[in-house]
Structure formats: structure tokens, C-alpha cells
């Protein structure tokens, strides 16, 4: 069953501007992943942040976990076109299944 | 490297035929591949856990004679979909772990069912 819930479902910026989404979860985690996926296409691995992390940067990505509110969010800084995908937050538990969220649908316009 | 290949890349077939969809690991052994189902605009459902040279294992309520898996090596497994229908029609996709313990999944390109 899905775990994490995205928000917002959809977002609309123009280039340049940074892009915020937001991911919560229900049960404990080991560690929390985000992907992206291009329009019919399979995901790409993003980030990923162990629960005992509070931030973690990769290049323009900024993820941030709260375990005690358990939710994370994703910083895309000085978005580009190449950025507009859906993003989705997936949650490890204990095994090694994923969980996936609904995803957040970005739209970067030029 | 960690790049996971799935074929065919879509498939349109009529109802009551057998799909078979393949996922290859295509630089690393793969103890672990992971199938997932997503409907349009909706996010990845996990179907079914296959390791290699042992029964796959499956989420509730997907039914495993509908949804053959085999994983015969450490760098493929395979999804048939047996007498599809039109409700099977999604996209299907794959991915790989490298060994047990690791935490990092690596995806296919997704393969688009269609059922006529």
C-alpha cells in the first residue's frame, strides 16, 4: 500500500524559480528516496536520506527529513525546463521494498 | 553504470494472448528485481518481489497465475502476463538491486501494455 502522500499534486514555475514539494509518511522508516520521472519513462534515482539525516544536498537538490513529524521535502534551486517531470517520494521501512508516494507533476515554463 | 534495460517497450496485443515483458540488468547482477504496475497520472505499485533462483513473492492481491515471474539469472527476470485483458493495460516496470542490503533501486524504462 502507498506510504507516502505527495503535496502538492501539481506545480507550475517559470524558469528560474526554485520548486518545493513536500512528502509524508505514515510508519517508520529506514530511509526515504526521491525519484523523477519523465513522461513515460521509468525513474530516475534521485536522493536518498537515511532517517538518522536531517538535510542532504545533491547538486541543485536539497531534501530535508523530520522523522518526528514524518514528512520530507524537495528544494529543486534555479529550476530549469529539463526539471518539468513528476516526483515521487518513496519510504524503506524495515525490508527493502519501496513505498511510493502519488507523486508532485512539475512544470518548468521557459 | 547500474543501467536496467526492459523489453519490448510497448506491446499491443489482443485480448486473451500472454505478454511476456523481460528486465535485464545490464552491467551488474541483480540478487533482487522488483515489478511494479502504474496506471496513468497515478504513482508505482509494487507487484511482485523476484529473486533469483527462487518463487517470486507477491503483494496482496495480485494474482500469481496471472502475473507470471521467473528470475532464471542474476541479469533478467521476466513478467508474463497471461490471457491479458483489457484492464491489464498499464505500464509495467522493473527494477534491480545490486545485492541484499542495498538500498538503492535502479529502474527500467517501463514497458506500455496495451489490450485490445
Known amino acids: ?110 | 553504470g547500474a543501467v536496467v534495460s526492459q523489453h519490448p517497450s510497448r506491446v499491443i496485443c489482443k485480448s486473451g494472448t500472454s505478454v511476456k515483458i523481460e528486465c535485464r540488468s545490464l552491467d551488474f547482477q541483480a540478487t533482487t528485481m522488483f515489478w511494479y504496475r502504474q496506471f496513468p497520472k497515478q504513482s508505482l505499485m509494487l507487484m511482485a518481489t523476484s529473486n533469483e533462483g527462487s518463487k517470486a513473492t507477491y503483494e496482496q492481491g495480485v494474482e500469481k497465475d496471472k502475473f507470471l515471474i521467473n528470475h532464471a539469472s542474476l541479469t533478467l527476470s521476466t513478467l508474463t502476463v497471461t490471457s491479458a485483458h483489457p484492464e491489464d493495460s498499464s505500464f509495467y516496470i522493473c527494477s534491480a538491486r545490486f545485492a541484499s542490503g542495498q538500498e538503492t533501486q535502479y529502474f527500467g524504462p517501463g514497458t506500455r501494455l496495451l489490450v485490445l
Open chain 1, 1 to 110: 500500500s502507498q506510504q507516502g502522500e505527495e503535496d502538492p499534486q501539481a506545480l507550475s514555475i517559470q524558469e528560474g524559480e526554485n520548486a518545493t514539494m513536500n512528502c509524508s509518511y505514515k510508519t517508520s522508516i529506514n530511509n526515504l528516496q526521491w525519484y523523477r520521472q519523465n513522461s513515460g519513462r521509468g525513474l530516475v534515482h534521485l536522493i536518498l536520506i537515511r532517517s538518522n539525516e536531517r538535510e542532504k544536498h545533491s547538486g541543485r537538490l536539497r531534501v530535508t527529513l523530520d522523522t518526528s513529524k514524518k514528512s520530507s521535502s524537495l528544494l529543486i534551486t534555479a529550476s530549469r525546463a529539463a526539471d518539468t517531470a513528476s516526483y515521487f517520494c518513496a519510504t524503506a521501512p524495515d525490508d527493502y521494498k519501496l513505498s511510493f508516494g502519488a507523486g508532485t507533476t512539475v512544470t518548468v515554463r521557459a
